[in-house]
């Protein structure tokens, strides 16, 4: 399973291993949802490709899956430390989290709250039923893509 989110549409899809659409939902983004995630605190929905890097059963708001952002491109693409860029490399292989609690912003997750209107922090906000739904069809490792 992989799972594709379209900003501007604010649809999530669940598709399987030949692409063919398997459940697909309604989304709500962060707060300031144009472009991509900048910087922590910015109120955007990072884009680009991630992995499920945390099932979490219970949460703030339900269930939720975390999301590998920041990811190594995102790292470089917004200039951050080698250091830094070889860790989150290091993570990626392993399909480990990435650090989160660095200015590049981070602990992007999948989960419930709502879809009515674009409220979250950078998070993809979905109703209650539908998380239930992804999080029953998806698991660690699987592919996150967030187009504009």
Same mark, same amino acid.
């Given at each position: 399973? @992989? ?14 291993? *030949?692409?063919?659409?398997?459940f697909c939902c309604r989304i709500a983004l962060g707060n300031h949802p144009e472009g991509s995630k900048e ?21 703030k708001f339900g269930q939720s899956l975390g999301l590998s952002y920041p990811s190594s491109v995102d790292a470089?693409? $917004?200039?951050?430390? =080698? ?8 993570? =990626? ?13 981070? =602990? ?6 709502? *879809?009515? *209107? ?7 906000? $979905?109703?209650? =039923? ?12 699987? @592919? ?5």
């Open positions: 399973m @992989r799972i594709e989110i379209i900003k501007h549409l604010r649809q999530l899809t669940v598709l399987d291993d *030949s692409g063919s659409a398997v910087c922590a605190g910015d109120g955007r929905t990072p884009e680009g490709a991630d992995y499920i890097c945390l099932c979490k059963e219970h949460g470089l693409r $917004l200039r951050a430390e =080698e250091q830094l860029v070889e860790y989150i490399r290091q993570c =990626e292989r392993e399909q480990k989290r990435p650090p989160w609690g660095t200015a590049l912003g981070g =602990e992007i997750c999948i989960h419930g709250g709502g *879809s009515g *209107s674009d409220w979250t922090a950078g998070c993809i906000a $979905l109703n209650a =039923e539908d998380i239930a739904q992804v999080f029953a069809l998806c698991q660690h490792g699987n @592919r996150v893509t967030i187009l504009p």
